[in-house]
């Protein structure tokens, strides 16, 4: 199949996007088999000594049994469902990766968010390839250059859509999905890694 991909041509980045990875008819039927099989938590995350509820709801699966850590917590994965194994295929399909893990991510509404961070833990590796899929409600997504923070990039992340990150990104950039004052719906984003 061939799809529409841009390039955005960050510097210090390798950074694409899909705008339509997915037909509107499999990120549809996407949206609502991951929302209802889905296992969906809302864990508490310590920043600088403070305990908070993580503004969005999360869940990690893999073909592993590697834990994924950031901001303070440990995730332990589940296996594959269905529909995580199907779309991990179709994305590597077209990305020649082999991912191992997805964390989950859902927004319940504009309020849910997921502040600046990049995606640099060292279970990584060095030069992340991250697969970051959207379903559901559209939402504005940020990057922001390390050392040059008035480099910045915004991007509407579509239903259905697929952005790929890799290369230095993770090490040059940050990245966020900032709260909107929209009255918009759930959005679910999962993010495909290689945890080895
Ligand atoms: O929801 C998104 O699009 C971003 C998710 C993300 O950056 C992450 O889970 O690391
Ligand atoms: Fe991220």
Not at 88 to 114: H, M, P, W
Not at 131 to 160: C, M, N, W, Y
Not at 162 to 167: C, F, I, V
Request: hydrophobic share 35%; with cysteine.
């Amino acid at each position: 199949m061939i799809r529409e991909v841009i390039d955005l041509y960050m510097k210090d980045a390798e950074v694409c996007y899909y705008p339509h990875f997915f037909s509107a008819n499999e990120a549809d039927y996407y949206f609502k088999k991951l929302l209802n099989t889905i296992d969906w938590q809302q864990d508490t995350i310590t920043v600088f000594g403070k305990t908070y509820l993580q503004p969005r709801l999360t869940a990690l699966h893999a073909n592993n049994k590697n834990p994924y850590s950031y901001s303070n917590i440990t995730m332990h994965p589940k296996t594959f469902t269905k529909e995580l194994t199907d779309i991990k295929s179709a994305i590597e399909n077209e990305v020649k990766a082999n991912f191992t893990t997805c964390l989950a991510n859902l927004y319940r509404n504009g309020q849910d968010s997921n502040g600046w961070h990049a995606d640099d833990e060292k279970e990584l590796g060095k030069k992340p390839v991250i697969a970051s899929v959207t379903f559901g409600s559209e939402r504005i997504f940020h990057f922001k250059h390390k050392q040059d923070p008035s480099h910045k990039v915004k991007l509407v992340l579509k239903h259905g859509s697929l952005l790929l990150m890799k290369g230095d990104t993770q090490k040059h950039w940050l990245h966020q999905l900032p709260k909107t004052k929209k009255d918009i719906g759930e959005r679910i984003n999962l993010t495909f890694r290689i945890i080895a």
